[in-house]
């Protein structure tokens, strides 16, 4: 209603064993292209990580939705997109396709109602470098750090890579096919760990990267 915003939503889970959590709603809007439909998203809690079967309701004005039930996992299998370098052509400026939200898996202009411009990594920013930025918001605290050369089926730990206590310009790190990458993203709205590897590039124009993401370290 008039002078409403996603505060006036809330979200509940109730697990297997009949636990009940309050769930963080971080965006409730249209669906792009689709008026008619509305999304919510809720972040659930570290808790509900790899819980199985999980019920969720949404509660607006006193009234509570019907329980639905989801498969919660982490996910086991890294995704790829293919990022363009951050470039002005014809006065156009391609940064929504040059960033991507891990958060959300998503870019673009279509993005943007979602992620409300916040993104988590940045490719290209310069006309002479191959690199990747994370810090892009003026409350950012995300860190990022090269791991060197690793494939996904290699045996390693997700290092600590503790974020920025207050909004911090953290420098870029270098695009290098083979290596793999650990951000923690951290602003006000998210605080998250993720993995990516660089799989191909196209040096001054692109680059492929598979990604996921992973549960915080141990002492972070």
Same mark, same amino acid.
């Given at each position: 209603?008039?002078?409403?915003?996603?505060?006036?939503?809330?979200?509940?889970?109730?697990?297997?064993?009949?636990?009940?959590?309050?769930?963080?709603?971080?965006?409730?809007?249209?669906?792009?292209?689709?008026?008619?439909?509305?999304?919510?998203?809720?972040?659930?809690?570290?808790?509900?990580?790899?819980?199985?079967?999980?019920?969720?309701?949404?509660?607006?004005?006193?009234?509570?939705?019907?329980?639905?039930?989801?498969?919660?996992?982490?996910?086991?299998?890294?995704?790829?997109?293919?990022?363009?370098?951050?470039?002005?052509?014809?006065?156009?400026?391609?940064?929504?396709?040059?960033?991507?939200?891990?958060?959300?898996?998503?870019?673009?202009?279509?993005?943007?109602?979602? @992620?409300?411009? =916040?993104?988590?990594? !940045? *490719?290209?920013?310069?006309?002479?470098?191959?690199?990747?930025? &994370? /810090?892009?918001?003026?409350?950012?605290?995300?860190?990022?750090?090269?791991?060197?050369?690793?494939?996904?089926?290699?045996?390693?730990?997700?290092?600590?890579?503790?974020?920025?206590?207050?909004?911090?310009?953290?420098?870029?790190?270098?695009?290098?096919?083979?290596?793999?990458?650990?951000?923690?993203?951290?602003? @006000?709205?998210? =605080?998250?760990?993720? !993995? *990516?590897?660089?799989?191909?590039?196209?040096?001054?124009?692109? &680059? /492929?990267?598979?990604?996921?993401?992973?549960?915080?370290?141990?002492?972070?």
């Amino acid at each position: 209603m008039p002078g409403e915003n996603a505060s006036a939503v809330t979200a509940q889970a109730r697990d297997s064993r009949s636990r009940n959590y309050s769930l963080k709603v971080e965006f409730v809007g249209k669906v792009p292209t689709l008026d008619w439909l509305t999304q919510v998203i809720v972040r659930l809690p570290d808790e509900l990580a790899q819980a199985g079967d999980v019920s969720i309701s949404v509660t607006l004005r006193g009234q509570t939705s019907n329980e639905v039930l989801f498969g919660v996992k982490v996910q086991s299998e890294p995704l790829t997109v293919t990022l363009p370098a951050r470039r002005f052509t014809n006065g156009r400026d391609n940064y929504v396709d040059a960033t991507f939200s891990f958060e959300f898996g998503m870019n673009g202009d279509g993005a943007v109602p979602l @992620t409300r411009n =916040d993104w988590d990594i !940045l *490719f290209g920013n310069s006309p002479n470098r191959d690199t990747f930025a &994370v /810090t892009m918001v003026t409350d950012d605290c995300s860190r990022i750090r090269d791991l060197g050369a690793l494939n996904w089926n290699d045996t390693f730990q997700v290092p600590v890579l503790q974020a920025y206590l207050v909004p911090t310009s953290e420098p870029t790190v270098d695009a290098v096919v083979g290596h793999m990458y650990v951000v923690h993203t951290k602003d @006000t709205q998210t =605080d998250l760990y993720f !993995l *990516f590897r660089v799989e191909a590039l196209d040096p001054l124009k692109s &680059v /492929t990267i598979s990604w996921k993401a992973v549960q915080r370290p141990l002492g972070d």
